[in-house]
């Protein structure tokens, strides 16, 4: 079994879809091991996508991400990692299959509804920077 990490962002909060979503990851096998609302700090929001510190789009993102309150999620399933990518879609929404999360509820290449860990290594950092093991159930 592997675990990644979800995010579902402000846009989707604001907009009373997390429901939808999260009945779109459980109908598609994740188990949810640890899910909790947040408000990040725009310093948290840097933090956690420092790998992107350097590209034009960092300080507009982490803005958006520090908007509104967003869900964080732990989902666990055989190769969880590439299957809640699929599921997500490509970043940008208008590239996206028919079908996945972004494709149906993104906005745009910002505000694309969803994150997900896009390696082992991602999902070892993300992880622990939101749950304590004691979370994980
Ligand atoms: P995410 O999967 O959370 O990883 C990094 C995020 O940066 C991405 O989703 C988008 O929200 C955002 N992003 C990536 N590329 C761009 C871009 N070209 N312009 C604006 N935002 C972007």
């Known amino acids: 079994m592997e675990k990644t990490f979800a995010i579902i962002k402000p846009d989707a909060v604001e907009r009373n879809i997390t429901g939808k979503i999260i009945d779109r990851i459980e109908a598609a096998g994740f188990r949810i091991c640890g ?20 590209r034009p789009f960092f300080n507009d993102l982490c803005t958006f ?6 869900v964080v999620m732990v989902l666990e399933q055989e190769n969880a990692i590439v299957k809640w990518r699929e599921l997500m879609g490509a970043t940008n929404p208008a590239n996206a299959e028919a079908g996945t999360i972004r494709k149906e509820f993104g906005v745009s290449i910002e505000e694309n509804t969803v994150h ?21 159930v």
């Not at 909790?36 to 996508?49: D, I, P, R, V």
């Open 35 to 54: 899910i909790k609302k947040l408000f990040l700090a725009k310093a948290e929001a840097e933090g956690f996508y420092y790998v992107h510190k350097e």
């Open 65 to 70: 991400m520090s908007r509104s309150p967003v």
């Open 116 to 136: 997900g860990s896009d390696s082992p290594e991602s999902a070892a950092f993300e992880i622990p920077y939101f749950f304590s093991q004691l979370e994980l």
